[in-house]
């Protein structure tokens, strides 16, 4: 082992959003695997409704890595429609040499290009499991490097040592940078950190996030962040449906302004709320996923990662859009209502000029 070596492991996530649901049970028959009980496990005591409601499937796939030779990834499906491709390079290296390798990992197009294949693959296998599978697909990465307890005189480093030796190479890792970083942009990165024991560490960003934990003490930690991923991708799609939807709204508003416009405003109108209904009910089967609700650890890992990636400000867009869609629908239903309103009133009075006509003529 060189000196001063750390070893482990570099994951790379791509995930993919390819329709609104993905049937878990078809996809299982599909592919021959077990349902599985609980998920994630965590090392620490947690009550057994933290779990995901619907556990993601999984499975090894086979992919034909960089020159040709064979290689394997893990495929995640999850239930609301994002499947996750993952990556993993064990590594032992210096320091130095491990930030520039981090570096390089991260920003190549190869292991991106390989998910694409991988994901294609997928796709054509598990058809019959997908759901109103989509046009287009909107994608995320992120990355995860996961450093094994490192030993000195026979000790193994605390989080607080490993961070006071090593706090500016961790924040490179963290950020993917091989250049280092300023004192305030490294202390920025080391504020997002979360330990449970003394020698464990996670410190998360909006790109990538560092584990200093064993290969057991961290699989449920990965677990949450490619949770929190699959939520921000499914947030981005919410928000991209309905920018489209509202931009489509606004114009039929705009073209609405004659007698029978406004008649047809009212068809516009219940697609919108159609559609609106299904976001929210989307959204909130992702919120319903999975459950923190006496592990308050579990929680904080998932807040910390979700804050980092931007899942919060997504969810607001998506929040906010849907209160616009709502506010739209209402006040189109009132144009379609004031015009159904004039239409009666107009036919009540063309009846009672009708009726006086031949009043009049019988009185002559």
Request: proline share 4%; glycine share 6%.
């Amino acid at each position: 082992m060189p000196p001063y070596a750390v070893s482990g492991s570099f994951r790379s996530l791509f995930l993919y959003d390819l329709c609104d649901e993905i049937r878990l049970n078809e996809l299982r028959r599909i592919l021959g695997t077990p349902e599985l009980v609980r998920e994630p496990q965590f090392r620490h005591l947690a009550p057994e409704y933290v779990r995901f409601e619907r556990p993601p499937v999984s499975q090894g796939r086979d992919y034909n890595a960089h020159g040709g030779e064979p290689g394997q990834c893990k495929v995640h499906y999850y239930d609301y429609g994002i499947v996750s491709i993952e990556f993993e390079r064990r590594f032992e290296y210096s320091w130095d040499e491990l930030v520039r390798k981090a570096g390089e990992w991260m920003t190549s197009p190869e292991l991106e290009k390989q998910s694409v294949e991988v994901v294609r693959s997928c796709q054509q296998q598990v058809t019959a499991a997908l759901v109103k599978p989509y046009d287009y697909q909107l994608t995320e990465d992120y990355h995860l490097i996961q450093i094994l307890p490192i030993e000195n005189d026979g000790q193994i480093l605390t989080a607080e040592e490993l961070i006071s030796r090593h706090g500016p190479a961790i924040a490179q890792l963290v950020r993917g940078e091989t250049a280092p970083l300023s004192a305030d942009e490294t202390s920025d990165v080391l504020k997002s950190k979360l330990s449970y024991f003394p020698g464990d560490l996670l410190i998360a960003g909006w790109s990538a996030s560092l584990i200093y934990d064993t290969a057991e003490g961290a699989a449920s930690t990965i677990q949450l962040l490619a949770y929190a991923n699959s939520q921000l991708l499914e947030f981005r799609h919410y928000d991209h449906v309905l920018t489209l939807l509202l931009a489509q709204v606004y114009d039929a508003v705009s073209r609405g302004t004659g007698f029978l416009g406004r008649w047809r405003m009212a068809r516009e109108a219940e697609r919108l709320n159609a559609i609106q209904l299904d976001v929210r009910e989307l959204t909130e089967r992702v919120d319903n996923s999975i459950k923190f609700l006496s592990d308050m650890f579990a929680a904080r890992v998932y807040r910390l990662a979700a804050n980092r990636i931007g899942v919060p400000d997504y969810r607001k867009l998506v929040d906010q859009k849907l209160n616009t869609a709502g506010e739209l629908y209402r006040f189109m239903m009132d144009r379609f209502y004031q015009s159904r309103g004039f239409a009666l009133e107009l036919m009540v009075v063309v009846i009672l000029i009708i009726e006086l006509v031949f009043l009049f003529r019988g009185k002559g």
